[in-house]
């Protein structure tokens, strides 16, 4: 029985064909500084080469990497380590030039073929594979994807050997301070921030290695690559009900290595509908196959989050011969469409998807580890907190990378619509004069050095990534335009043929995306502001980049700054005095913002009062936009959301992933449906961000003081029409007179018919000397305080708070381990930093992933209640 088990099973397997999922070479390389390797690469790619005193190696990964894994460098994120590391520039590239060594068992198959593939390599390699070498010349940029038909090559049954040997960038740049150092880095058609900016001190290595995947692939006689998906969505749509058709198109390419002409069909079947084509494949050669197109009916559509779901269709399109898979892709289609068109109240483009204008709430986003190291598992957690942030665009940073196949699909989950730069900034790129600069603008103007190279890769990367729904725009460079003889051939060539159904921007803040008559670069400002500036001054109608401070708690502080250096920085007389590593760790000011609250006693008292001026400065940023959408902007990008190092400016949670008041700050001002506080002209607003009209909503206004005492401004029904925002009462007498003395608290909230809580926004206002004198005296309250398990990895927190006392103010919950009292992170909150008002309570919603080693406690920390450990029930 067994045996006939086998005989059934490699006869279906035979009738199914060759095609399987790629595997990765991820385990199990060794490395050696091309220094100690006095031999060939045709020998040492042999499998009798001893490798006995080689060190592991981390692949995919980079130099540095692998030497912090074999502890041979200290922590570069932590304290001032990074500064105690040799630099590329000092020691020359062979420092970090570095052999990569794989052993690894495969052998093809008859009618089989078998392809090794290199998804990042930085910056330049030759490639051997059992002594023989692969590449004729060097396989040279950051950005370009490397294939190689290893099947003349492999062993039967026995070990192969792969064998690489990565050189850095030339050159590496010296990291003289600024943006980007010396500004040669970007000679390269590779990333800029290596080199430093001012939220990151230098890469050492400047990330040489090999940075992405390598993957072994098996298929038939013909490889199918690149598929392309097109979804055309005419019309305008709502999120619900019965929808018109969608069109899908579909292409895709064929390689045929093998000496014979190759007949097939290429073929995919989405929801039913099976759609292919015969085909005919000349030996050794490649083409691309369009699909006929497919009428899609009652489709489901794929929208940003806020405004409807996100449904992804799987898809897998195969190249058939006879009854066998020769090749197949599988990915997931998410119907939409993109529009734009220029909006002549606001002086900018808007961006639309489905037919429905989207105001876009954004983020910018450099890089999810500043040493590469990418997983699924941090893309998934970084994109759900910009989800939780209730923000429906990242851009991706012109000075990084074309970020990776992963972090799209984490895009494409949670409804994030991406703007990806291609490589370039105003900084290194010539557009201003900067002293610290090797070269005049005239020479930078021209870089990279090899133009084909940088068009070449820049194909390659569109058709890494252009199926996925979430990529909504292209952007040609940060800042400035890339080289004409780029961006030309890159707007009017490349984009349409390869792609064709997306915005694209000639760069970051173009008059084309946003009309600048205010002058200047048409960005930030980047430190802090008062908050009424947020709704009073009218800057650009689509600002791509406007930010401000982010420093966390002492938890967060404490994770990578010595406990030495734990001073809180000191504001006095116009002056900031920051302690060193602070300042090596790119600190921005909060100036006199913490002040108000009281002097900062320690730096866990600024960390505590930070949180404060964070919620403040984020709320107020995005409602402040909304309030004015269409009417002064299309939309608007914070600088930035997150670091990929452990930096003191810019960020929603820290690199560790623990968020702070910054998140949460914007999880409030950016929700979709939003009853908001204008400190500008003390009017109550509300702000609607989604297609539907919402009518029977109460408004309730009230005001508490510091003692628990409510008075009722109004209570009224309302309405508000689709994608607006307007205004509704002026509260400004009831404030003046109520928050005169201490300050006051402002509730404002939206109920339904069924009473139900569906927005809720809570001020706390100082008094009319601009200090929170109340805050500081308010009693301290007693919570009732209940947690318990309601699923795998789900908890419900519920706070109650007794009608006598005053409000239990800005609660952090923390989710911990038992025994270290250390945050368990990432945990997703569904709100935090919450207050409860006198005779309620609120429940929040925490998630993470379980473990092992101990039952977790929540931590509840206020501004006055006590700091106590919950047991979960």
Same mark, same amino acid.
């Given at each position: 029985m067994k045996k006939l088990f086998l005989t059934l099973a490699t006869l279906l397997t035979s009738a199914l064909g060759f095609a399987q999922q790629p595997y990765e070479l991820n385990s199990?390389?060794?490395?050696?500084?091309?220094?100690?390797?006095?031999?060939?690469?045709?020998?040492?790619?042999n499998p009798s080469y001893s490798l006995a005193d080689w060190q592991p190696a981390t692949v995919p990964g980079t130099v540095l990497t692998t030497m912090l894994n074999n502890k041979q460098i200290p922590d570069p994120f932590y304290g001032i380590n990074n500064q105690h590391i040799p630099d590329i520039y000092q020691t020359g590239r062979d420092y970090y030039t570095y052999w990569f060594v794989k052993d690894?068992?495969?052998?093809?198959?008859?009618?089989?073929?078998?392809?090794?593939?290199f998804r990042g390599i930085n910056y330049s390699c030759d490639v051997f594979l059992n002594g023989k070498k692969l590449t004729d010349k060097p396989h040279t940029g950051m950005f370009l994807r490397k294939t190689f038909n290893i099947t003349p090559y492999l062993k039967k049954s026995s070990p192969n050997r792969l064998a690489v040997i990565v050189y850095p960038p030339d050159p590496v740049g010296n990291p003289n301070g600024g943006q980007g150092g010396d500004g040669t880095i970007a000679k390269n058609v590779s990333h800029?921030?290596?080199?430093?900016?001012?939220?990151?001190?230098?890469?050492?290595?400047?990330?040489?290695?090999?940075?992405?995947?390598?993957?072994?692939?098996?298929?038939?006689?013909?490889?199918?690559?690149?598929?392309?998906?097109?979804?055309?969505?005419?019309g305008t749509r709502m999120p619900d009900g019965p929808q018109k058709p969608a069109t899908i198109k579909v292409s895709t390419e064929l390689e045929n290595p093998t000496a014979s002409r190759i007949e097939g069909t290429v073929q995919y079947t989405l929801e039913g509908s099976k759609v292919s084509k015969k085909v005919s494949i000349p030996a050794k050669s490649s083409l691309t196959v369009d699909l006929p197109a497919l009428t899609l009916q009652n489709p489901k559509l794929w929208w940003p989050y806020g405004y409807g779901k996100q449904h992804l269709y799987p898809v897998t399109i195969q190249f058939v011969t006879g009854t066998r898979v020769s090749d197949e892709e599988k990915i997931q289609v998410g119907v939409r469409e993109i529009q734009t068109e220029w909006n002549a109240t606001t002086r900018s483009k808007q961006v639309s998807v489905n037919g429905q204008k989207i105001f876009i709430k954004g983020g910018n986003w450099i890089i999810s580890d500043a040493m590469l190291r990418f997983s699924p598992e941090r893309y998934d957690a970084e994109i759900r907190f910009h989800r939780d942030m209730h923000l429906n665009l990242i851009r991706i940073w012109g000075g990084a990378i074309t970020e990776r196949p992963e972090f799209y699909e984490a895009c494409d989950r949670y409804g994030l619509l991406v703007m990806q730069d291609f490589w370039g900034s105003g900084d290194?790129?010539?557009?201003?004069?900067?002293?610290?600069?090797?070269?005049?603008?005239?020479?930078?103007?021209?870089?990279?050095?090899?133009?084909?190279?940088?068009?070449?890769?820049?194909?390659?990367?569109?058709?890494?990534?252009?199926?996925?729904?979430?990529?909504?725009?292209?952007?040609?460079?940060?800042?400035?335009?890339?080289?004409?003889?780029?961006?030309?051939?890159?707007?009017?060539?490349?984009?349409?043929?390869?792609d064709g159904t997306r915005w694209f921007i000639d760069y970051s803040?173009?008059?084309?995306?946003?009309?600048?008559?205010?002058?200047?670069?048409?960005?930030?400002?980047?430190?802090?502001?008062?908050?009424?500036?947020?709704?009073s001054f009218k800057t650009w109608p689509f600002n791509s980049e406007v930010g401000s401070v982010g420093v966390g708690d002492i938890?967060?502080?404490?994770?990578?700054?010595?406990?030495?250096?734990?001073?809180?920085?000191?504001?006095?007389?116009?002056?900031?005095?920051?302690?060193?590593?602070?300042?090596?760790?790119k600190y921005i000011g909060y100036d006199q913002y913490i002040d108000p609250y009281g002097k900062a006693k320690d730096t866990r008292d600024f960390g505590r009062k930070a949180q404060l001026v964070n919620y403040d400065q984020y709320r107020a940023l995005m409602e402040g936009f909304s309030s004015h959408m269409w009417e002064w902007y299309t939309g608007t990008i914070i600088w930035k959301t997150q670091n990929p190092w452990t930096a003191l400016r810019g960020q929603m949670y820290d690199y560790y992933l623990d968020p702070n008041a910054c998140l949460y700050g914007l999880h409030n001002g950016s929700e979709p449906l939003h009853v908001m506080y204008n400190p500008a002209d003390s009017m109550v607003m509300l702000a609607n961000n989604t297609f539907q009209t919402h009518r029977d909503l109460m408004l309730v206004v009230k005001l508490y003081d510091m003692k628990g005492k409510e008075t009722l401004i109004t209570q009224v029904f309302s309405e508000i029409g689709p994608s607006t925002a307007r205004p509704y009462l002026s509260v400004a007498k !009831?404030? @003046? #007179?109520?928050?005169?003395?201490?300050?006051?608290?402002?509730? =404002? /909230?939206?109920?339904?018919? *069924?009473?139900?809580?569906?927005?809720?926004?809570?001020?706390?206002?100082?008094?009319?000397?601009?200090?929170?004198?109340?805050?500081?005296?308010?009693?301290?309250?007693?919570?009732? !305080?209940? @947690? #318990?398990?309601?699923?795998?990895?789900?908890?419900?927190?519920? =706070? /109650?708070?007794?009608?006598? *006392?005053?409000?239990?103010?800005?609660?952090?919950?923390?989710?911990?381990?038992?025994?270290?009292k250390q945050r368990i992170l990432p945990t997703f909150y569904s709100d935090n930093y919450i207050s409860v008002l006198p005779g309620e309570q609120k429940t929040v919603t925490l998630e993470y992933t379980p473990s092992s080693e101990n039952k977790p406690l929540v931590s509840l920390e206020g501004w006055n209640v006590t700091e106590r450990f919950i047991a979960i029930q």
């Amino acid at each position: 029985m067994k045996k006939l088990f086998l005989t059934l099973a490699t006869l279906l397997t035979s009738a199914l064909g060759f095609a399987q999922q790629p595997y990765e070479l991820n385990s199990g390389w060794k490395c050696a500084p091309v220094g100690k390797v006095a031999v060939k690469g045709t020998e040492l790619s042999n499998p009798s080469y001893s490798l006995a005193d080689w060190q592991p190696a981390t692949v995919p990964g980079t130099v540095l990497t692998t030497m912090l894994n074999n502890k041979q460098i200290p922590d570069p994120f932590y304290g001032i380590n990074n500064q105690h590391i040799p630099d590329i520039y000092q020691t020359g590239r062979d420092y970090y030039t570095y052999w990569f060594v794989k052993d690894f068992k495969e052998e093809a198959q008859a009618g089989e073929q078998v392809w090794l593939q290199f998804r990042g390599i930085n910056y330049s390699c030759d490639v051997f594979l059992n002594g023989k070498k692969l590449t004729d010349k060097p396989h040279t940029g950051m950005f370009l994807r490397k294939t190689f038909n290893i099947t003349p090559y492999l062993k039967k049954s026995s070990p192969n050997r792969l064998a690489v040997i990565v050189y850095p960038p030339d050159p590496v740049g010296n990291p003289n301070g600024g943006q980007g150092g010396d500004g040669t880095i970007a000679k390269n058609v590779s990333h800029q921030y290596v080199a430093g900016w001012d939220w990151i001190q230098p890469i050492r290595d400047r990330n040489t290695g090999i940075w992405d995947k390598v993957l072994i692939e098996k298929t038939g006689a013909v490889q199918l690559k690149n598929p392309h998906v097109v979804t055309l969505v005419p019309g305008t749509r709502m999120p619900d009900g019965p929808q018109k058709p969608a069109t899908i198109k579909v292409s895709t390419e064929l390689e045929n290595p093998t000496a014979s002409r190759i007949e097939g069909t290429v073929q995919y079947t989405l929801e039913g509908s099976k759609v292919s084509k015969k085909v005919s494949i000349p030996a050794k050669s490649s083409l691309t196959v369009d699909l006929p197109a497919l009428t899609l009916q009652n489709p489901k559509l794929w929208w940003p989050y806020g405004y409807g779901k996100q449904h992804l269709y799987p898809v897998t399109i195969q190249f058939v011969t006879g009854t066998r898979v020769s090749d197949e892709e599988k990915i997931q289609v998410g119907v939409r469409e993109i529009q734009t068109e220029w909006n002549a109240t606001t002086r900018s483009k808007q961006v639309s998807v489905n037919g429905q204008k989207i105001f876009i709430k954004g983020g910018n986003w450099i890089i999810s580890d500043a040493m590469l190291r990418f997983s699924p598992e941090r893309y998934d957690a970084e994109i759900r907190f910009h989800r939780d942030m209730h923000l429906n665009l990242i851009r991706i940073w012109g000075g990084a990378i074309t970020e990776r196949p992963e972090f799209y699909e984490a895009c494409d989950r949670y409804g994030l619509l991406v703007m990806q730069d291609f490589w370039g900034s105003g900084d290194c790129n010539g557009r201003w004069v900067d002293p610290a600069k090797l070269e005049d603008q005239w020479t930078r103007r021209k870089y990279p050095d090899d133009h084909s190279l940088f068009l070449e890769s820049a194909a390659d990367q569109v058709k890494m990534i252009r199926n996925h729904a979430s990529l909504a725009i292209w952007c040609g460079g940060n800042e400035i335009t890339l080289p004409s003889d780029i961006m030309l051939p890159l707007r009017d060539s490349l984009l349409p043929a390869l792609d064709g159904t997306r915005w694209f921007i000639d760069y970051s803040n173009s008059d084309d995306m946003s009309f600048n008559s205010l002058g200047g670069n048409g960005d930030g400002p980047y430190g802090i502001q008062p908050i009424t500036q947020f709704w009073s001054f009218k800057t650009w109608p689509f600002n791509s980049e406007v930010g401000s401070v982010g420093v966390g708690d002492i938890q967060s502080l404490e994770r990578f700054i010595p406990k030495e250096n734990l001073v809180a920085p000191q504001y006095s007389k116009g002056k900031s005095q920051v302690d060193s590593v602070w300042q090596y760790h790119k600190y921005i000011g909060y100036d006199q913002y913490i002040d108000p609250y009281g002097k900062a006693k320690d730096t866990r008292d600024f960390g505590r009062k930070a949180q404060l001026v964070n919620y403040d400065q984020y709320r107020a940023l995005m409602e402040g936009f909304s309030s004015h959408m269409w009417e002064w902007y299309t939309g608007t990008i914070i600088w930035k959301t997150q670091n990929p190092w452990t930096a003191l400016r810019g960020q929603m949670y820290d690199y560790y992933l623990d968020p702070n008041a910054c998140l949460y700050g914007l999880h409030n001002g950016s929700e979709p449906l939003h009853v908001m506080y204008n400190p500008a002209d003390s009017m109550v607003m509300l702000a609607n961000n989604t297609f539907q009209t919402h009518r029977d909503l109460m408004l309730v206004v009230k005001l508490y003081d510091m003692k628990g005492k409510e008075t009722l401004i109004t209570q009224v029904f309302s309405e508000i029409g689709p994608s607006t925002a307007r205004p509704y009462l002026s509260v400004a007498k !009831a404030l @003046a #007179k109520a928050a005169k003395e201490d300050g006051v608290f402002l509730s =404002l /909230r939206l109920l339904n018919l *069924n009473k139900e809580i569906v927005s809720d926004n809570l001020y706390w206002l100082p008094n009319e000397k601009g200090t929170y004198s109340g805050l500081q005296q308010l009693n301290t309250v007693d919570v009732q !305080a209940t @947690a #318990k398990q309601v699923g795998q990895g789900k908890i419900e927190v519920t =706070l /109650r708070n007794d009608a006598r *006392n005053p409000v239990a103010f800005f609660n952090r919950l923390s989710l911990v381990q038992s025994q270290t009292k250390q945050r368990i992170l990432p945990t997703f909150y569904s709100d935090n930093y919450i207050s409860v008002l006198p005779g309620e309570q609120k429940t929040v919603t925490l998630e993470y992933t379980p473990s092992s080693e101990n039952k977790p406690l929540v931590s509840l920390e206020g501004w006055n209640v006590t700091e106590r450990f919950i047991a979960i029930q």
